[in-house]
């Protein structure tokens, strides 16, 4: 129900537009997050945006580079990536989570960022 895309290889420096699709679900009651994981490490948090607020969280590695957004009329989520560093390289992933935060419901494939030195 979640399809991940826009994942690539660029240059350290780069820029990157991750696009996440939800179906079958009411998109606008779901805060909608953006996780990654690298080889060899836990999955980490990377940023969400509320579903009640609109409002966006996002972790301290990415704060200033990244930026989530949401189409609620196109059921989709972004994640910009800019001033892209390779300790991002990893595979991305979009969840929902249903009125909340932290539980989320629903999880896409991944799509994998490759960032070179």
């Known amino acids: 129900q979640l399809q991940a895309s826009g994942g690539g290889l660029v240059q350290a420096g780069g820029s990157l537009r991750l696009s996440c699709a939800a179906s079958?679900?009411?998109?606008?009651?779901?805060?909608m997050g953006w996780f990654r994981q690298a080889p060899g490490k836990e999955r980490e948090f990377v940023a969400h945006?509320?579903?009640?607020?609109?409002?966006?969280y996002y972790a301290d590695s990415v704060k200033g580079r990244f930026t989530i957004s949401r189409d609620n009329a196109k059921n989709t989520v972004y994640l910009q990536m800019n001033n892209l560093k390779p300790e991002d390289t990893a595979v991305y992933y979009c969840?929902?989570?249903?009125?909340?935060?932290?539980?989320?419901?629903?999880w896409g494939q991944g799509t994998q960022v490759t960032v070179s030195s």
């Open positions: 969840a929902a989570a249903f009125r909340g935060d932290h539980d989320y419901n629903y």
């Open positions: 079958g679900l009411t998109f606008s009651a779901y805060t």
């Open positions: 945006n509320r579903w009640s607020s609109g409002s966006s």
